[in-house]
């Protein structure tokens, strides 16, 4: 896994014995503005997020993560910031890289995380996830219902006055009335 600056967090696989361990993380200022420049947002307000860490077999590491976080996007509709509340749980399955099988990394499998050195990076780990509940086109409630036209007189006999367009199928209609009349001959 790959290092990142932004938000770190390391976890010792050690750490983790037969009972669960629960971590939590939570992103402070500087982390929070270096995420919201990095997903190119305007604002990460809050990062929080509890794990519960779950040693077995193999030195793999089973994590359920529960998310919460508010972030301001920009609605793609009518342009405005607004807030988006986060609360999301997922699973994670990390496994030590050199146990990880050349038929998995072809999977690609988002819930499965190789870690080296026997560290895991949950800072990291909770920014892309994330990245994934980020919606990729945010809009406002309300934005999905634009304000209606408002027309004053003299723009509504502009709008009258205009001649309708002629739909581009009538010419093939009468291009195919005019081969049907041309095989009738």
């Not at 819930?111 to 990291?124: K, S, T």
């Not at 934005?143 to 036209?149: G, V």
């Amino acid at each position: 896994m790959k290092a990142c600056c932004e938000f770190s967090r390391k976890v010792q696989i050690n750490q983790i014995q037969k009972k669960p361990l629960t971590v939590k993380i939570e992103a402070n200022e500087d982390e929070k503005q270096a995420l919201a420049k990095r997903f190119s947002i305007p604002e990460v307000q809050s990062l929080l997020c509890t794990y519960q860490l779950k040693y077995y077999h193999g030195r793999q590491v089973r994590a359920v993560g529960e998310m919460r976080a508010e972030v301001i996007q920009n609605c793609v509709i009518s342009l405005e910031d607004f807030l988006v509340k986060m609360n999301e749980s997922f699973e994670l399955h990390f496994i030590p890289s050199d146990k990880l099988s050349s038929e998995l990394e072809e999977i690609d499998d988002p819930d499965v995380i190789p870690y080296e050195n026997d560290v895991i990076d949950l800072g990291e780990v909770t920014a892309e996830q994330l990245a994934l509940f980020l919606d990729p086109y945010p809009h406002k409630t309300d934005a999905d219902q634009p304000n209606p036209l408002i027309l004053s007189e003299n723009e509504v006999e502009i709008v009258s006055n205009k001649e309708p367009k002629e739909n581009p199928f009538k010419v093939l209609e009468q291009l195919k009335i005019l081969n049907k009349d041309k095989k009738k001959s």
